[in-house]
């Protein structure tokens, strides 16, 4: 069975960066799509970032273009955000979902992570 789990979220300043890593294990994400999602309290979930199966397309919110970055290594089976520039407003639960890449664009992939909680404080 596909499962998902992220890692590297923290407490971090206005300005600093984090990497987040989103493994799976169970099944080869080869042929999947990746996508990044956010939710902050009191808001829905937002796609963050996504990125195609062989990496060679990715896809970014307005709101952290130009800050992050996704990348993936299928031989690890993870992918990866890295975040930079971070803002208070950064701050929420990261989660991963897979899916084919229709279904992550659209915000409604069938697998998940239990997601990572990242804090932008100073």
């Known amino acids: 069975q596909l499962q998902l789990v992220e890692s590297g979220g923290g407490l971090v300043q206005p300005g600093g960066a984090l990497r987040l890593s989103c493994a799976a294990s169970?099944?080869?994400?080869?042929?999947?799509?990746i996508g990044w999602f956010r939710q902050a309290p009191g808001n829905e979930r937002e796609g963050v970032s996504c990125i195609s199966s062989g990496g060679g397309s990715t896809y970014y919110a307005d709101s952290v273009k130009g800050r992050f970055t996704v990348s993936r290594d299928n031989a690890k089976n993870t992918v990866y955000l890295q975040m930079n520039s971070l803002k208070p407003e950064d701050t929420g639960i990261y989660y991963c979902?897979?899916?084919?890449?229709?279904?992550?664009?659209?915000?409604?992939?069938?697998?998940w992570g239990h997601g990572t909680q990242v804090t932008v404080s100073s």
């Open positions: 169970g099944y080869s994400l080869d042929y999947y799509a």
């Open positions: 979902a897979t899916d084919y890449l229709g279904r992550v664009v659209a915000g409604t992939p069938d697998y």
